[in-house]
T-cell receptor, first 112, second 115 residues
């Protein structure tokens, strides 16, 4: 069935370090993935997306890597800042193309 | 350029009452999605609507829950005879068009508490 999950519920890093947040998915037919950031009391905020015909996509300070062989997705944040502290969710579009399926999230804590 | 708007931001209802949650999509967006988030969990899809049409309601509970997106006005998620298990954050998202590859923009959510 369709399932998107994350490896670790929490990640703590020092300011300036690089952060890597991982996500495993089970549906090998999935072809579109998104990373969202959710700060406390707010709605999810789009970070970056990637299609299955790509292995890597870069944004501003963020990189998403997709390994279709092992059905693994990761989000890399360079030079992590305190403002990056939030819960990060990976999500995939369902097969019907009508909804996002979210994983449970990783809480990133950045200390100064 | 206002984003997705939801109101109220917080709603308290007693068991058995009705809850009405409103969502105004981003300007120019005609696709609306409702999600529910329980504490410490990810968002769960409930329903996808276009103007005056329900496209996918596979995530909606069969009873007590309904949604609409009229030609004029906001989308409404209605929960009748609320129970404590309905306590959650309800998020609305909108997109310019449907399907993959079109970013869904989320509102700030409505936090429903059932006492």
């Amino acid at each position: 069935g369709e399932n998107v999950g994350l490896h670790l519920p929490t990640l703590s890093v020092q300011e300036g370090d690089n952060s890597i947040i991982n996500c495993a998915y089970s549906n090998s037919a999935s072809d579109y993935f998104i990373w969202y950031k959710q700060e406390s009391g707010k709605g999810p905020q789009f970070i970056i997306d990637i299609r299955s015909n790509m292995d890597k996509r870069q944004g501003q300070r963020v990189t998403v890597l997709l390994n279709k062989t092992v059905k693994h997705l990761s989000l890399q944040i360079a030079a992590t800042q305190p403002g990056d502290s939030a819960v990060y969710f990976c999500a995939e579009i369902n097969q019907a193309g009508t909804a996002l399926i979210f994983g449970k999230g990783t809480t990133l804590s950045v200390s100064s | 350029n206002a984003g997705v708007m939801q109101n109220p931001r917080h709603l308290v209802r007693r068991r058995g009452q009705e809850a009405r949650l409103r969502c105004s999509p981003m300007k120019g967006h005609s696709h609306v999605y409702w999600y529910r988030q329980l504490p410490e969990e990810g968002l769960k899809f409930m329903v996808y609507l276009q103007k005056e049409n329900i496209i996918d309601e596979s995530g909606m509970p069969k009873e007590r829950f309904s949604a609409e997106f009229p030609k004029e006005g906001p989308s409404i998620l209605r929960i009748q005879q609320v129970v404590r298990g309905d306590s959650a954050a309800y998020f609305c998202a909108s997109s310019l068009t449907g399907g993959e590859g079109y970013e869904q923009y989320f509102g700030p959510g409505t936090r429903l508490t059932v006492t």
